[in-house]
T-cell receptor, first 114, second 118 residues
Framework: AQSVAQPEDQVNVAEGNPLTVKCTYS??????LFWYVQYPNRGLQFLLK??????LVKGSYGFEAEFNKSQTSFHLKKPSALVSDSALYFC????????????FGTGTLLAVQP | GAVVSQHPSWVICKSGTSVKIECRSL??????MFWYRQFPKQSLMLMAT?????????EQGVEKDKFLINHASLTLSTLTVTSAHPEDSSFYIC??????????????FGEGSWLTVV
């Protein structure tokens, strides 16, 4: 069964510093990986996805993610964090079944301190 | 990106009554929509897959008679919480994909609906 894991419940980073939110995956077959962000009391916003091709995927709001097949990871990164990046981040994978639904990680709360 | 709209954003209802939440794909047609439930500071729990013109597919443990799903058109799915109780209070989110169910297609989410049962 497809799954993703987010090992950190919370990540704290100072504004201006680089940030990394970790995600590892377990899939049979090709991985289709996604990152979403959720601001308080809001729905999820799509950030980026990996389907195939370049291991470095660029997305919205200056975020990028690096697909690493040998480490089965898809970490989300940003070179310089903003206070406004503070939110809940979800990694997800398509399950490949009949409806190909998204399987979510447990989420990581990113707190950027000014 | 594609737009998925939910209504209402917030709803308060009395225990024992029913409440309906709408999910619309505004700029694309969606034969399949997904309904999730989310508790505070937790991940999303898939409740059911809504299929246009046919019955919804419910996840294990989700009461189909309590959470009625209707997908009557290619742009609208509704979730009705019947005989609501305080434990049904939660954040409900729907999602859909303009490209269908292909693995590489992006799934877009609505803004969510907060249900409070008093």
């Amino acid at each position: 069964a497809q799954s993703v894991a987010q090992p950190e419940d919370q990540v704290n980073v100072a504004e201006g510093n680089p940030l990394t939110v970790k995600c590892t995956y377990s899939v049979s077959g090709n991985p289709y990986l996604f990152w979403y962000v959720q601001y308080p009391n809001r729905g999820l916003q799509f950030l980026l996805k990996y389907i195939t091709g370049d291991n470095l995927v660029k997305g919205s709001y200056g975020f990028e993610a690096e697909f690493n097949k040998s480490q089965t990871s898809f970490h989300l990164k940003k070179p310089s964090a903003l206070v406004s990046d503070s939110a809940l981040y979800f990694c997800a994978v398509r399950d490949g079944g009949a409806t190909n639904k998204l399987i979510f990680g447990t989420g990581t709360l990113l707190a950027v301190q000014p | 990106g594609a737009v998925v709209s939910q209504h209402p954003s917030w709803v308060i209802c009395k225990s024992g009554t029913s409440v309906k939440i709408e999910c619309r794909s505004l700029d694309f047609q969606a034969t399949t929509m997904f309904w999730y439930r989310q508790f505070p500071k937790q991940s999303l729990m898939l409740m059911a897959t809504s299929n246009e013109g046919s019955k919804a597919t419910y996840e294990q443990g989700v009461e189909k008679d309590k959470f009625l799903i209707n997908h009557a058109s290619l742009t609208l799915s509704t979730l009705t919480v019947t005989s609501a109780h305080p434990e049904d209070s939660s954040f409900y989110i729907c999602s859909a994909s303009p490209g269908g169910l292909g693995s590489g297609n992006t799934i877009y989410f609505g803004e969510g609906s907060w249900l409070t049962v008093v």
